[in-house]
């Protein structure tokens, strides 16, 4: 277990790694000019050269990602160009909100979309059947914002049940979780539908129908705990994905997460906030991969780390 997770962190380091370096490239390689946004359209030629001699952008490629690397590694993420601030307090500020948002998008994600994919199983080949999962893909399909605004419009401006939009109680929770729960539990509905069939249909299965145990603790005693295995991996990426801000949902709800930050921060080129939300969703997938991973021996006891 220990080997394991020693290979399984340096892995993660040299993960993280390529993910800087790529971001760090591909941003240096872009033709928008940070210091044009921060000097603005008036700026003299010398004011530009000496804000862009200032930022350490008129040196090359190599020595500017070493000296961001050297910063990473004591922690420093930079200072953002435009708002002047640690791009450290400025992410930790917008993780409540994003930590919040993602525990609730799962929540919906793991309830619509397993009970979704069960039902589908057990009655696999039937009209219910058929339906759940042309919901699931009219659910996987439909764009984010049509969905937020539809779920606006139905529970916040025609019933009133919910605000608007916003950010501080759980009524401002439910809308946005539910928009990003029902566009992710189509994929969980069909991995669950999938595993479970095939679950179904193992010989240790058939010798539970044969001892006549009753239906329902096959289904939820035996066939679920192995069925579900497929889906703690896939948890673990949407945990990355969220942590990495869903832009268009929290625009739509005015949530305050990281996802507006970074959709601020690529409008005006501010590349520390760019590559510090890069690298803070690059983590959270790791370290969801890893947890789920580490877990998945407990649930099943037959799966062994190597």
């Not at 008036?42 to 350490?56: C, D």
């Not at 729960?181 to 069939?197: K, N, P, Q, T, V």
């Not at 990355?240 to 690529?266: D, K, T």
């Amino acid at each position: 277990m220990i080997a394991y997770l020693g290979r399984r962190v340096i892995q993660s380091l040299l993960i993280l790694l390529g993910v800087s370096l790529i971001t760090f490239a591909l941003l240096y390689l872009l033709p928008a000019d940070p210091v044009r946004q921060i000097a603005g359209r008036s700026a003299t030629p010398e004011t530009v050269e000496n804000i862009r001699r200032q930022l350490g952008l008129d040196q090359p490629f190599i020595i500017q990602y070493w000296h961001y690397l050297t910063s990473l590694l004591s922690g420093d993420l930079g200072r953002s160009y435009i708002q002047r601030s640690e791009v450290t307090v400025l992410i930790v500020s917008r993780l409540p909100a994003s930590l919040l948002l993602m525990i609730g998008a799962i929540l919906c994600e793991l309830a619509i979309g397993l009970t979704m994919g069960l039902l589908a199983a057990v009655r696999r080949g039937t009209a219910t059947d058929q339906t759940l999962m042309v919901a699931s893909f009219v659910g996987v399909s439909a764009p984010q914002f049509v969905v937020g605004l539809l779920l606006l419009y139905v529970f916040a401006v025609r019933l009133g049940w919910f605000p608007i939009g916003g950010y501080g109680t759980w009524r401002h929770l439910v809308l946005p979780s539910l928009t990003m729960g029902i566009l992710g539990a189509g994929w969980y509905a069909r991995m669950m539908r999938s595993s479970m069939i095939d679950v179904l249909r193992q010989d240790y299965m058939r010798t539970a129908r044969a001892k006549g145990l009753a239906r329902g603790a096959i289904i939820f005693r035996h066939a679920l705990p192995n069925a579900i295995l497929p889906v703690i991996a896939m948890i673990g990426i949407d945990i990355g994905i969220f942590m990495g801000g869903i832009v268009v949902v929290e625009s739509v709800f005015g949530w305050p997460g990281i996802g507006q930050l970074a959709w601020q921060a690529i409008q005006r080129v501010d590349i520390p906030i760019i590559m510090g939300v890069t690298l803070v969703s690059a983590f959270a997938i790791v370290l969801g991969n890893l947890l789920a991973d580490t877990v998945a021996p407990f649930i099943d006891p037959r799966i062994k780390l190597r």
